[in-house]
């Protein structure tokens, strides 16, 4: 799979790479997806194919704590709808945060499964318009260049309005928890080529034993929950004095 590249000036910092995709939605506050796995498959990207409410939350429960993401589906419609399905279908279940770049961002989103990655290995979706700037705690979809958007992202650890020109369309924001975004361990350094850390393709070919196996401090995701916003209270009756 093709890495991907974010170029800040004339800077060209590598491995902003894979993605992929996966869905399926819920009813109620709280929704995690056991009931929805008996609808569509992670190993069959087009059986995930739900669209998104017009704002959720994302609770990741992860080895470093708790963090939350709110998602609004129109500042990115095409990612929010990938990422809803994702989430639905715990594709990032056990999945690593093996980018760490201090001051500009964390990526993850490549699957602790081999076979899960090849199964969206080619499962682009067209790019949306960058409706909001790469501020400090968005979430974008990494990419290879223009419509490769698959399942990889990263969330901005600095102000990235630099990335916005080059078509990284955020879709959510971090509302809670951003001190554990900034906490994930990132002393390994940037991949290949310009770094000694994790390579995505040996990431994508291994899965979660090769980074346990060479990487083993890095942060992981335990569990996502989809938090759905509470429906409005009926009016109540009108009452004569």
């Given at each position: 799979?093709?890495?991907?590249?974010?170029?800040?000036?004339?800077?060209?910092?590598?491995?902003?790479?894979?993605?992929?995709?996966?869905?399926?939605?819920?009813?109620?506050?709280?929704?995690?997806?056991?009931?929805?796995?008996?609808?569509?498959?992670?190993?069959?990207?087009?059986?995930?194919k739900l669209q998104a409410p017009a704002v959720f939350d994302v609770k990741f429960v992860t080895t470093k704590g708790d963090f939350v993401i709110e998602v609004t589906r129109a500042w990115s419609p095409r990612g929010a709808d990938?990422?809803?399905?994702?989430?639905?279908?715990?594709?990032?279940?056990?999945?690593?945060?093996?980018?760490?770049v201090p001051g500009f961002v964390v990526q993850f989103g490549i699957s602790a499964r081999p076979e899960v990655?090849?199964?969206?290995?080619?499962?682009?979706?067209?790019?949306?318009?960058?409706?909001?700037?790469?501020?400090?705690?968005?979430?974008?979809?990494?990419?290879?260049?223009?419509?490769?958007?698959?399942?990889?992202?990263?969330?901005?650890?600095?102000?990235?309005?630099?990335?916005?020109a080059q078509g990284f369309s955020p879709f959510g924001k971090v509302i809670s928890g951003m001190e554990i975004v900034d906490s994930l361990y990132g002393e390994y350094g940037d991949g290949p080529p310009g770094g000694h850390g994790p390579d995505q393709d040996l990431i994508e070919s291994q899965g979660k034993p090769y980074l346990d196996r060479v990487f083993p401090q890095l942060d992981s995701i335990k569990a996502t929950v989809i938090v759905l916003p509470a429906p409005a209270a009926p009016p109540k009756a009108a009452t004569s004095k």
């Open positions: 799979m093709r890495k991907q590249t974010v170029v800040i000036g004339l800077i060209s910092v590598l491995g902003l790479a894979m993605l992929t995709a996966g869905a399926a939605p819920q009813t109620g506050s709280t929704a995690r997806s056991s009931q929805a796995r008996s609808s569509g498959s992670l190993l069959n990207p087009s059986s995930l990938r990422f809803y399905n994702l989430v639905k279908y715990h594709f990032f279940d056990s999945a690593s945060f093996f980018r760490v990655t090849r199964a969206w290995k080619n499962t682009n979706i067209p790019d949306d318009p960058v409706m909001q700037t790469n501020s400090r705690g968005t979430i974008t979809f990494a990419t290879a260049g223009p419509n490769t958007r698959t399942t990889q992202l990263f969330i901005n650890l600095g102000e990235n309005s630099a990335l916005d």
